[in-house]
């Protein structure tokens, strides 16, 4: 059985830090593409962005508002995609799913309010 | 930034045949736009439908197909089902980045 597991969400006050992780089981983690897909509260999905599997260059990219505040990085060896997350606003409360192979998780909230 | 539309709202009778589609702004939607689109139910995370166009997960009903049409991507459902009634997003490629639409609210009704 597949699973994404998503974790470290929680509330943070605006200007702070937060790592989240997925972890991954049912699949050939090592191969997949993994992408972090956030949705704001009554709100459509925004696509966060995205890593590569070191076989296809293991590179990073962005959607606009949140490049260069956030990072996405992989342990293959752990099965485990990371996100963290730097100078965290308001507008980037969300819940936060992983998704890839075609599966998702079913996601982390995250609040960043004062 | 690309922008990537989708009609806010389609309804359908059980049985019918509805189109969603999915247009960028940047031009006409092209299989090198990759699309992908996935269903949502409330309280539920998504669910992948229809991934590089037309091909689907194992999990994809039959009656969920999708194709370009008219320069833009779309979802297809035939013989509509109770259960379908769902928020619909598609998602296309831009540059290195990827961009959701608004996502379709369909009503079976």
């Known amino acids: 059985e597949v699973q994404l597991v998503e974790s470290g969400g929680g509330l943070v006050k605006p200007g702070e830090s937060l790592g989240l992780s997925c972890t991954a089981s049912?699949?050939?983690?090592?191969?997949?593409?993994m992408t972090w897909v956030r949705q704001a509260p009554g709100k459509g999905l925004e696509w966060v962005g995205r890593?590569?599997?070191?076989?296809?260059?293991?590179?990073?990219d962005y959607a606009a508002p949140v490049k260069g505040r956030f990072t996405i990085s992989r342990d293959d060896s752990k099965n485990t995609l990371y996100l963290q997350m730097n100078s965290l606003k308001t507008e980037d409360t969300a819940v936060y799913y992983c998704?890839?192979?075609?599966?998702w998780g079913q996601g982390t909230l995250v609040t960043v309010s004062s | 930034q690309t922008v990537v539309t989708q009609e806010p709202s389609l309804t359908v009778s059980p049985g019918g045949t509805v189109t969603l589609t999915c247009a960028s702004s940047?031009?006409?939607?092209?299989?090198?736009?990759?699309p992908n689109w996935f269903q949502q139910k409330p309280g539920q995370a998504p669910r992948t439908l229809i991934y590089?166009?037309?091909n689907k997960p194992s999990w994809t009903p039959a009656r969920f197909s999708g194709s370009l049409l008219g320069g833009k991507a779309a979802l297809t459902l035939s013989g509509v089902q109770p259960e379908d009634e769902a928020d619909y997003y598609c998602?296309?490629?831009?540059?290195?980045?990827?961009?959701f639409g608004g996502g379709t609210k369909l009503t079976v009704l």
């Open positions: 998602l296309l490629s831009s540059g290195g980045a990827r961009v």
């Open positions: 890593i590569k599997s070191k076989t296809d260059g293991g590179t990073t």
């Open positions: 049912g699949f050939t983690f090592t191969n997949a593409w």
């Open positions: 940047t031009g006409a939607v092209t299989s090198d736009s990759y």
């Open positions: 590089s166009t037309s």
């Open positions: 998704a890839g192979s075609n599966y």
